[in-house]
C-alpha cells in the first residue's frame, strides 16, 4: 500500500515562511491535497490538486509537487496558523493521508 | 451553503453494532461521490470508505473491510456506516465528506464513537 511521510512538527517564527513536506514514492505523478485542523475541529480543504487554493483561502497558502516530495508552503506566518496539516493523496481506489505534521507558529 | 451533519455516535461494547448518518444539504447530493473519514484520540487521519454517486461502487479500508457497510439514500440526501463487529481500536470521531476527485471538501462537524466495555 501506498504511504505518505511527513514530519511530526515544524516550527515557524510569526511572519515567516512554514514548509510542511509530504514524501512518497514517485509522488509527483500523483495528486496532492492538503487540509488544516485546528484543535478540536473538523479537517479543512486548504490545497488541492498540488497548488490549488479553494475559495477562501488565502494566498499565503501555496503548494508544489515534483518528485519524492510535495511541499505546502505558508508565507508570512500568523498565529491562526497553528494547527496540524495532513498530506492526501488518492492511489488504486484507496485514499491515503499521511500521519500529519504539527505546526507552531512563534 | 453546503452542510454535512453527522449523527448516530455514541458508547458500544466490543463486538456490538452502530450504524452512522450524515445529512447533506446545500449541494446535489446525488452528484458526489461521498466518505467516512475517522480520527482516532489523539492520533491522524484515516480513510475508511467511500462510495460513488449511485451507490453502486463501494471502497473500503482494509481495516474495516467485512465488517463496515457504506451506503446512501440520495432520495433523502444521507450517507451511512453501518459497523459491525465493533473493536477498541475503531474507537474515534468519524467525519463524513464530500468527495470530489480524490480529494475531500467539505468534512463535517464528526460524531464520536467510543467502543469499550
Known amino acids: 500500500s501506498y504511504e505518505l511521510t511527513q514530519p511530526l512538527s515544524v516550527s515557524v517564527a510569526l511572519g515567516q515562511t512554514a514548509r510542511i513536506t509530504c514524501g512518497g514514492n514517485?509522488?509527483?505523478?500523483?495528486?496532492v491535497h492538503w487540509y488544516q485542523q485546528n484543535s478540536g475541529q473538523a479537517p479543512v480543504l486548504v490545497i488541492y490538486?498540488?497548488?490549488n487554493r479553494p475559495s477562501g483561502i488565502p494566498e499565503r497558502f501555496s503548494g508544489s509537487n515534483s518528485g519524492n516530495t510535495a511541499t505546502l508552503t505558508i508565507s508570512r506566518a500568523q498565529a491562526g496558523d497553528e494547527a496540524d496539516y495532513y498530506c492526501?493523496?488518492?492511489?488504486?481506489?484507496?485514499?491515503?493521508f499521511g500521519g500529519g505534521t504539527k505546526l507552531t507558529v512563534l | 451553503e453546503v452542510q454535512l451533519l453527522e449523527s448516530g455516535g455514541g458508547l458500544v461494547q466490543p463486538g456490538g453494532s452502530l450504524r452512522l448518518s450524515c445529512a447533506a444539504s446545500?449541494?446535489?447530493?446525488?452528484?458526489?461521490?461521498m466518505s467516512w473519514v475517522r480520527q482516532a484520540p489523539g492520533k491522524g487521519l484515516e480513510w475508511v470508505s467511500t462510495?460513488?454517486?449511485?451507490?453502486?461502487?463501494?471502497y473500503y479500508a482494509a481495516s474495516v473491510k467485512g465488517r463496515f457497510t457504506i451506503s446512501r439514500d440520495n432520495s433523502k440526501s444521507t450517507l451511512y456506516l453501518q459497523m459491525n463487529s465493533l473493536r477498541a481500536e475503531d474507537t474515534a470521531i468519524y467525519y463524513c465528506?464530500?468527495?470530489?476527485?480524490?480529494?475531500?471538501?467539505?468534512w463535517g462537524q464528526g460524531t464520536l464513537v467510543t467502543v469499550s466495555t
Open positions: 492526501q493523496v488518492w492511489d488504486s481506489g484507496t485514499w491515503v
Open positions: 446545500g449541494f446535489s447530493f446525488s452528484s458526489y461521490a
Open positions: 465528506a464530500k468527495e470530489k476527485e480524490g480529494w475531500f471538501d467539505p
Open positions: 514517485n509522488i509527483g505523478s500523483k495528486n
Open positions: 490538486r498540488d497548488s
Open positions: 462510495i460513488s454517486t449511485s451507490g453502486g461502487t463501494t
